[in-house]
């Protein structure tokens, strides 16, 4: 029956996963104020970047190649890729987290009261753990088990922490160093949980597989799609960094509360990302390109409308949104303003990035997020030190808003799909 309803509601399982996103910032915010949001947070969207250098591309890779695999039922192939692409994830997270977790000793050597070095020391540890929880996401999508994918991706680990640090802080006087604890004890558990779901949606097929290897080609074609994926990532968490360098910790408090909030808006888009994408990419195998727009065509106009709607919705009650996170945080009103508007825009163009990696423009994406990104850093650490989270914010919209509509461009004149409204 659990099964049975987790399969049905992959929709809702996402919007909950997004919905945790949220309330692990207003949770963190309220209990520790903006300063010290701002700090967990910033080390936070490191970690995160860490572990998409620790992954290499390999959880995109899995998207592209894993659904196929199980859509034409051949099991042993799927678990032999799956052990390639664990290998690569793991080695690569591994090490990744370990020189982290060397930058973060150097840093409290350096400057021992600077609490966003503190938590990057105890987040390093989480990073081996939340790529392989990602990487299984990936192969329960592929398997038509987007709900728990959903969960195992993000989800999981920011509930269990939002409860663990709710239920601290009502036993005792907690510092925000609990934050990045419990982060990491939950990010354990959800690795642990996701590899247990992935072997029950796909049982093993004992046939004998050839051991799997890669071309220089499909490796190259992995690292592009990491690479498209990190620098979409860097522009995304870019003014987290452009105001922790340029401006101040409590700057990226407040900036992260808006970020967190107007996340709302394209939350429909993500949503339909999550089970989108796999049947795109088995439309896209099949040659079936009518399909294919067809789906992308409901799911734009969709997300369109809905998204319009609660950006209105937002516009009006942002006071009573930024006031969820506590008093201190009035200050990212204008922050928020921005964000939601340009959000708002962007959706008419839809979700291009994965559609890029999934369609074989790895390269070119990889292309327009570095020339986006080196455009925005820029942009965004001027506007840090002149106008705070609010400059930064319209730098970021900008940069976004190009990256987007190049890329919605070039997959229409390169390969036919329209992602955008039309």
């Not at 360098?245 to 808006?265: D, F, H, P």
């Not at 009650?317 to 939601?340: H, K, Q, W």
């Amino acid at each position: 029956m659990i099964r049975a309803l987790s399969a049905r509601l992959p929709v809702g399982a996402r919007a909950i996963t997004l919905v945790l996103n949220a309330a692990l910032a207003v949770v963190v915010g309220r209990l520790f104020g903006a300063e010290a949001s701002g700090a967990f947070f910033l080390a936070f969207a490191v970690a995160n970047l860490a572990g998409m250098l620790g992954r290499l591309g390999s959880e995109n890779l899995a998207i592209k190649i894993l659904p196929i695999l199980f859509s034409t039922a051949k099991s042993a192939e799927f678990w032999a890729e799956m052990r390639w692409l664990r290998r690569v994830s793991n080695w690569g997270s591994a090490v990744i987290g370990a020189v982290l977790f060397a930058v973060a000793g150097i840093w409290l050597g350096v400057s021992p009261d600077t609490a966003a070095a503190a938590h990057l020391a105890i987040l390093a540890i989480s990073v081996p753990f939340t790529c392989a929880a990602i990487l299984h996401s990936s192969a329960l999508r592929s398997a038509d088990h987007i709900a728990k994918g959903a969960f195992a991706e993000t989800g999981l680990s920011q509930g269990l922490t939002i409860l663990a640090i709710v239920v601290a802080s009502s036993i005792t006087d907690v510092s925000a160093i609990v934050v990045s604890i419990a982060y990491t004890t939950s990010s354990i558990l959800t690795s642990l949980i996701a590899v247990y779901w992935t072997h029950r949606a796909v049982p093993r097929d004992h046939t004998p597989v050839a051991r799997v290897s890669k071309s220089r080609a499909e490796v190259e074609s992995m690292l592009q799609m990491m690479g498209s994926s990190l620098l979409f990532f860097l522009l995304t968490t870019g003014p987290l960094y452009a105001l922790g360098i340029a401006g101040t910790v409590r700057e990226v408090g407040l900036y992260n509360a808006a970020a967190r909030s107007s996340i709302v808006i394209s939350l429909i888009p993500s949503l339909q990302t999550t089970y989108l994408v796999p049947r795109v990419a088995r439309a896209l195998a099949s040659g079936d390109l009518v399909g294919a727009n067809a789906q992308l065509r409901r799911a734009v106009r969709l997300g369109t409308a809905l998204g319009a709607t609660l950006a209105i919705l937002m516009l009006v009650f942002s006071g009573f949104i930024v006031g969820i996170f506590g008093e201190d945080f009035d200050a990212s009103r204008p922050t928020l303003l921005v964000l939601v508007i340009g959000q708002a825009v962007i959706l008419l163009l839809g979700n291009v990035n994965p559609l890029m990696a999934i369609g074989g423009l790895e390269r070119v994406s990889l292309i327009f997020g570095a020339v986006a990104f080196a455009l925005a850093i820029p942009g965004m650490l001027l506007a840090a030190s002149l106008g705070g989270a609010v400059a930064v914010a319209l730098v970021f919209i900008a940069a976004t808003l190009a990256y987007s509509l190049a890329s919605a461009l070039l997959l229409n004149s390169r390969l036919g799909l329209r992602c955008f409204v039309s």
